[in-house]
């Protein structure tokens, strides 16, 4: 074999390597399809004149919808329905709220030797809490002491940590002038929590953005938008015919925008107040998008994790089982941290 042939010998073996772990990552993802299904039992009546709406109006929400749906119809009599009347069918999602849960290894769960880990994380990124990411990790325990041997060995300070962090706010700061000086209700601890989120994530995103170059190198420079793409046409809803969007077809949009299965949980927790969500969604998030500024945003932090060095490769000695979650792993949550940081954001 001739020597100047082993670099393009070996660049084909990591594509192979890259093109299998791929496929495994697309087959994991079947997993996080949601399942829509709908009950009627029995109802009786004999006159609709207005709107009878069970739930919400299947023509204006399924369409938004990705999944697989599934009818349950039992005895439904409707009489008669008048010229201006309008009968609409619900619609109940199961299983969204904690597959995502499912997956995490919690510390209240876990092992000591996982507890320890998890303390000394915290300790390193000097965050409160233990990071998604490597709760998912935690699944495979072996892989997360081979994940926290590189990165103890790597990083013996919060120092970088924070100096990332400090530079993903001021990343976000340019932006600040985009919003309208609209007061949104949050409570004060509520404002902690969502600036404890943030720092969690824009820390994270520098172990992970470093593992994903060490485990694959090169992954930047091949795939350099593959994490920052958003529809600003997805922003678009269908109204119904009360000229009312409802939570649920606002948190769609959000989702669908930003390609996203699950928003943050602050998200999820204004969702309870029609007012802020609307708020939040017409006066912060339609503007950022709009403009752009959303997207530079996402360039913008790029920049920031690029490799300006020859990076540190990761011990290749991985099982199979352990490849695939890490990989699937690090592309999940490098794309959800970095959008999360952003609509966290847009809420203070």
């Known amino acids: 074999m ?7 010998i070996q660049e084909l073996k ?7 772990q791929y496929t495994q ?12 299904e709908y009950y009627i039992q029995s109802i009786t009546v004999d006159s609709v004149k207005g709107i009878l709406q069970l739930g919400y109006l299947t023509e204006y929400e399924m369409k938004e919808d990705d999944g697989i749906h599934r009818f349950y ?4 009599k409707i009489k008669k329905v008048e010229d201006t009347g309008i009968v609409g069918l619900g619609v109940t999602e199961k299983g969204s709220s904690t597959k995502e849960e499912d997956q995490l290894v919690s510390p209240e769960e876990a092992s000591p030797d996982i507890q320890k880990i998890y303390e000394e994380i915290k300790s390193l990124l000097d965050v409160e809490d233990v990071p998604s990411f490597f709760q998912e990790i935690a699944t495979i325990e072996v892989l997360l002491h081979k994940i926290w041997e590189f990165i103890s060995e790597k990083w013996n300070s919060s120092q970088p940590f924070s100096t990332f962090y400090e530079h993903i706010l001021q990343k976000l700061n340019q932006i600040e ?3 309208e000086n609209t007061i949104y209700p949050l409570q004060n601890d509520k404002l902690i929590v969502v600036a404890n989120n943030i720092e969690e994530k824009a820390k994270s995103l520098l172990v992970i953005t470093t593992l994903l170059e060490a485990f694959l190198p090169g992954y930047f420079s091949n795939h350099n938008d593959a994490n920052i793409m958003i529809c600003s046409k997805k922003l678009n809803m269908k109204v119904p015919p009360n000229n009312k969007v409802s939570k649920k077809q606002i948190k769609t ?6 390609n996203l299965q699950e928003l943050p949980e602050t998200y999820e927790e204004i969702t309870e107040n029609i007012d802020l969500l609307e708020l939040v969604f017409y006066h912060r998030i339609q503007p950022v998008v ?3 500024a959303a997207a530079n945003f996402f360039y913008m932090i790029r920049d920031l994790y690029l490799p300006k060095n020859n990076p540190d490769k990761l011990d290749p000695h991985f099982s199979s089982e352990e490849q695939v979650l890490l990989f699937s792993s690090l592309i999940k949550y ?3 941290y970095q959008k999360h940081i952003l609509l966290e954001y847009l809420l203070i």
Do not use: C, R, W
């Open 2 to 8: 001739m020597q100047n042939e082993e670099p393009t």
């Open 14 to 20: 990591n594509q192979i390597t890259y093109l299998h």
């Open 25 to 36: 990552q697309l087959n994991k993802s079947l997993a996080h399809i949601n399942v829509y």
């Open 73 to 76: 119809i039992g005895d439904v």
């Open 177 to 179: 002038q985009l919003h």
């Open 253 to 258: 949009a959000i989702k669908n925008t930003f």
């Open 290 to 292: 709009l403009s752009e």
């Open 334 to 336: 490098l794309d959800q």
